[in-house]
């Protein structure tokens, strides 16, 4: 690991009298083969006019034959596989097709502004799961609802799976059993000779007021490029060949919804929030381009488009590091080639807003349902907002990811996830940084993932808090 390479290495040089007049040893830092694969989340010339129903039949057609070979091998080649239209009550059968879990409990601005049954507006609520609600399956002409082993708190609008079952006389399908489409087929991993890394960050929350963690923000920059510690410590920062901000580096306080409704004369002397924080996002940006290749993923509060997938930031945003080509501007979510191993994540939106609308807590669990789902958003564009395709989903896994992340979870956790045909997959929960002083670090030889965390001086810490940085 990480932290086991830096130990290796002398621990006293910084106590101890130079060697001799010159600076010192140069460490070069490894320089990785790198190809991004992000070409199917650009979204070219934008048509707002279609109707979202398109983008729920593709994503039916395109799963129907994946679903269909996973329940011939779970349920043996003779199953009957069927559509709704030819559903014989009490028929043993399969059916292919789309959740929709009706949620009394989901907003609706329908709802809201109802004069008819003068509601008031519906309190922010963490989970909008209850006890009415209700599982339907649909394909392209029908719908049926869904009763028996399948849990119904745990599923989610959008997701497409193979149930078995039979139809009852009263019109409910009777669920025995169901299965997912599971991990997609993967490319073999390259047998890498020597451990190098990548540092995985998000939610850095500029802008915001918390001086400390600008202070652990800076001491994670002094470490990547080499100006922290001593020589041990440095040779393992060398190692370190690339950094992914993954999402939200900007701070929720930036965006001022008020601004829009003052009147003019309130607000033509006054500055966007926004704009500080992008000024000083560049200069850290700066900073770290100088030294590694960085990869920069647009979050929910960051100045971009408010859709999935959210397209890069602008270059005219960051003056100061846009003239670095290590600086990579990159959609949401994002893929890339980073030496044969194939990195996929986004910054957290399709992760949190499974949680809200299921049963489930843990993001890892969820990142891990998603990838058993074969879709990177099954929830939009139901209750998460997207771009409405017409001809293909662009959020179905094709292939299998080596690393799998997600970003601006609450805390640090990971997983290697083994396939049914040897797939292996690290599942990797980037921990909001501003809140939690956490950034991760995933070998590329090993797939070991092991957390970094800085701590600075706090204010409800006691007087004998001292500044440091551990793996």
Not at 268 to 297: F, H, N, Y
Request: proline content about 6%; charged content about 20%.
């Amino acid at each position: 690991m990480f932290s086991d390479i830096m130990a290796k290495k002398e621990a006293s040089s910084l106590l101890c009298r130079p060697a001799s007049e010159d600076q010192g040893p140069v460490f070069e830092r490894m320089s990785l083969a790198y190809s991004p694969c992000s070409e199917r989340f650009t979204v070219g010339e934008r048509t707002f006019s279609r109707q979202y129903a398109h983008i729920y039949a593709a994503r039916l057609m395109q799963m129907r034959p994946l679903l269909s070979e996973r329940a011939q091998q779970k349920w043996g080649s003779e199953v009957l596989i069927r559509k709704l239209c030819d559903l014989q009550p009490g028929e043993q059968c399969c059916i292919v097709g789309t959740l929709f879990k009706r949620m009394e409990l989901q907003p609706s601005i329908l709802k809201e502004i109802s004069d008819e049954h003068n509601l008031l507006p519906q309190p922010a609520r963490a989970k909008y799961i209850s006890e009415t609600d209700e599982l339907i399956l649909e394909d392209e002409l029908q719908r049926i609802k869904l009763e028996g082993k399948i849990d119904r708190d745990k599923c989610v609008t959008g997701s497409v799976i193979a149930i078995y079952g039979a139809e009852k006389n009263d019109g409910m399908f009777t669920v025995e059993e169901f299965c997912m489409a599971d991990l997609p087929p993967q490319t073999q991993r390259p047998a890498l000779t020597s451990d190098s890394f990548v540092l995985l960050v998000s939610g850095l929350g500029l802008g915001s007021s918390q001086a400390d963690s600008m202070l652990g923000l800076q001491l994670l920059v002094d470490m990547v490029t080499g100006q922290l510690g001593d020589q041990g410590e440095q040779s393992g920062a060398a190692k370190i060949s690339r950094v992914l901000l993954a999402g939200n580096l900007l701070s929720q306080s930036t965006q001022d919804k008020d601004a829009s409704t003052k009147p003019k004369y309130l607000t033509k002397k006054t500055q966007a929030g926004s704009v500080e924080a992008i000024r000083l996002l560049d200069e850290l940006l700066c900073q770290l381009a100088a030294s590694v290749p960085v990869d920069v993923m647009p979050g929910h509060h960051d100045p971009t488009n408010y859709t999935l997938p959210q397209q890069p930031f602008h270059c005219c945003m960051f003056p100061l590091s846009s003239v670095y080509p290590t600086l990579q501007l990159v959609s949401n979510p994002h893929q890339a080639n980073i030496d044969g191993v194939r990195f996929l994540g986004t910054s957290g939106q399709n992760v949190c807003d499974i949680q809200r609308y299921s049963s489930m807590d843990s993001h890892l669990e969820i990142l891990e349902d998603t990838l058993r789902l074969r879709h990177l958003a099954p929830t939009a564009p139901d209750t998460l907002g997207c771009y409405p395709f017409y001809q293909k989903d662009p959020f179905i896994l094709e292939e299998c990811p080596h690393v799998y992340f997600s970003g601006n979870a609450p805390t640090f956790d990971s997983k290697l996830l083994k396939g049914p045909d040897g797939q292996e997959v690290l599942l990797v929960t980037i921990p909001h940084f501003s809140s939690t002083q956490t950034a991760c670090l995933v070998n590329l030889r090993t797939l070991a993932c092991e957390p970094i965390s800085f701590s600075a001086f706090s204010a409800d810490d006691d007087e004998e808090s001292e500044m440091n940085v551990s793996h």
